[in-house]
């Protein structure tokens, strides 16, 4: 039977037959969800899914990787319990967030979408100054250069 990692969105879309698999999420997630309007269908749902709170291996493993592909920036700590969660477990990543997906398959992580469709190139990001263009191999938030924000793209 496959181990699913839900994140917050796949959650949120209720498009998801909760009741069929192996259910993971990490306690983050239900920290995002119990915050919100959900919290009544978190509840009826929490006896048929089980909670993670992922290893700190695991999670450092995740942001060397995200470092790597440029994703770090727009991961949250909730994205990073995910693909650690679905690391740690060896499990199928269900979300529609593409920096996540791109984040697993660099990692080899399994994925599925919900309501989009699924990246179907892995991308690497390079940042570059919009003001003199200068190309950064890493995020920085303001070129050391002229002072302009750097923003990232595509190799």
């Given at each position: 039977m496959s181990v699913y990692i839900l994140d917050t969105g796949a959650i949120i879309?209720?498009?998801?037959?909760?009741?069929?698999?192996?259910?993971?999420?990490?306690?983050?997630?239900?920290?995002?969800?119990?915050?919100?309007?959900?919290?009544?269908?978190?509840?009826?749902?929490?006896e048929y899914i089980s909670i993670i709170s992922p290893s700190e291996?695991?999670?450092?493993?995740?942001?060397?990787?995200?470092?790597?592909?440029?994703?770090?920036k727009v991961l949250s700590e909730t994205d990073i319990d995910v693909l650690s969660a679905a690391l740690e477990l060896s499990g199928v990543i269900v979300s529609d967030d593409y920096a996540i997906q791109n984040v697993a398959g660099?990692?080899?992580?399994?994925?599925?979408g919900v309501e989009k469709e699924t990246i179907k190139n892995q991308?690497?990001?390079?940042f570059r100054c919009t003001?003199?263009?200068?190309?950064?191999?890493?995020?920085?938030p303001v070129c050391e250069i002229c002072g302009h924000s750097v923003k990232r793209f595509p190799k």
């Open positions: 879309s209720r498009n998801i037959n909760l009741l069929s698999g192996n259910i993971w999420v990490p306690e983050s997630v239900i920290g995002e969800i119990r915050k919100g309007k959900l919290k009544r269908n978190m509840d009826q749902i929490s291996n695991y999670r450092k493993l995740v942001s060397e990787t995200a470092e790597e592909t440029g994703d770090i660099k990692m080899g992580i399994g994925y599925i991308i690497e990001w390079q003001g003199c263009r200068k190309i950064y191999p890493k995020f920085v």
